[in-house]
């Protein structure tokens, strides 16, 4: 690994990001394993907010998915549903 935390970190033999930089998990969304770029930060900052009811909790996780992600527009509900689950997962895991 090159560079440095001003010009970013870069694999110094094929230029690309370094694997212990790489911030984005899969999800199975739709049946497709699809890659969900800053999922973790996404769900640390969700899960600050005072939300309970499952609708507000599913928008605040697609408007935090879709500040570093592409959401197709008719694909957004099965996003939303997947992601939530994704959450409550995640959730136990960092409980």
């Known amino acids: ?3 440095n935390e001003k010009d970013g970190y870069y694999c110094s033999i094929c230029g690309g990001i370094p694997p212990d930089k790489i911030k984005t998990k899969r ?4 049946g497709k394993e699809t890659g969900i770029d800053h999922l973790d930060f996404i769900f640390e900052n969700v899960d600050k907010l005072p939300l309970n009811d499952t ?7 697609m408007k935090g998915v ?3 992600n592409y959401v197709p527009t ?3 509900a099965v ?3 997947a992601l939530l689950k994704e959450y409550h997962k ?3 895991e960092h409980a």
């Open 79 to 81: 996003y939303a549903e």
């Open 55 to 61: 609708a507000a909790l599913a928008e605040a996780i």
């Open 27 to 30: 999800v199975l969304i739709d």
């Open 90 to 92: 995640w959730k136990k």
């Open 74 to 76: 008719k694909k957004e």
């Open 1 to 3: 690994m090159s560079g």
């Open 66 to 68: 879709k500040e570093f």
